[in-house]
T-cell receptor, first 115, second 117 residues
Framework: DTGVSQNPRHKITKRGQNVTFRCDPISEHNRLYWYRQTLGQGPEFLTYFQNEAQLEKSRLLSDRFSAERPKGSFSTLEIQRTEQGDSAMYLC?????????????FGPGTRLTVL | AQTVTQSQPEMSVQEAETVTLSCTYDTSESDYYLFWYKQPPSRQMILVIRQEAYKQQNATENRFSVNFQKAAKSFSLKISDSQLGDAAMYFCAYRTSFTGANSKLTFGKGITLSVRP
């Protein structure tokens, strides 16, 4: 069990470019979450997958954001036409979905800087 | 909607001493889970301790314990015998216990704990 991994760890991009982040959850975890954390704040929920189905999206997730989880394994988060306000740490977490023991395990995050 | 409030942005403790981090929350639900997560500088977030709201007994994990006051909607974390490695940002988080619901976490703003040698 290697834990949740995220790539890249850091991404610097220019405003208007598209970026894509990847999250590999703990194997056999069927729930996967994306959060966004800005400096000095707690993580805020973006979206949630159960297996390959995206079941909830936060209002924070504008139409420039899209997330996928093909085959219920890894997930990608894409931001199109990045803006400076998108600069943040993007965290991924996974859980087993076993109710009552549904602890979320976090990855190291991808830090996005939009110039 | 549920909210989590951590009103102390920073705290400091002497090594080997005890420190208490405060958290309050607001919810209309009667059953839920509360968590404390630790985020060391430039490292990933890890779970410190969790509390089920239906349990009256306060959770304990080695040097970490909570004081859960359901009526007051208060959930504080006590760290005993503080160590240099405890220096981190600590987040209080809430999760519903409704079966089938999105088990997303709602976080407070966090508190930065420094440990003085």
């Amino acid at each position: 069990d290697t834990g949740v991994s995220q790539n890249p760890r850091h991404k610097i991009t220019k405003r208007g470019q598209n970026v894509t982040f990847r999250c590999d959850p703990i194997s056999e975890h069927n729930r996967l979450y994306w959060y966004r954390q800005t400096l000095g704040q707690g993580p805020e929920f973006l979206t949630y997958f159960q297996n390959e189905a995206q079941l909830e999206k936060s209002r924070l997730l504008s139409d420039r954001f899209s997330a996928e989880r093909p085959k219920g394994s890894f997930s990608t988060l894409e931001i199109q036409r990045t803006e400076q306000g998108d600069s943040a740490m993007y965290l991924c977490a996974s859980s087993s979905g076993l109710w009552g023991t549904d602890t979320q395990y976090f990855g190291p995050g991808t830090r996005l800087t939009v110039l | 909607a549920q909210t989590v409030t951590q009103s102390q942005p920073e705290m400091s403790v002497q090594e080997a001493e005890t420190v208490t981090l405060s958290c309050t929350y607001d919810t209309s639900e009667s059953d839920y889970y509360l968590f404390w997560y630790k985020q060391p500088p430039s490292r990933q977030m890890i779970l410190v301790i969790r509390q089920e709201a239906y349990k009256q007994q306060n959770a304990t994990e080695n040097r970490f314990s909570v004081n859960f006051q359901k009526a007051a909607k208060s959930f504080s974390l006590k760290i005993s015998d503080s160590q240099l490695g405890d220096a981190a940002m600590y987040f209080c988080a809430y999760r519903t216990s409704f079966t089938g619901a999105n088990s997303k976490l709602t976080f407070g703003k966090g508190i930065t704990l420094s440990v003085r040698p």
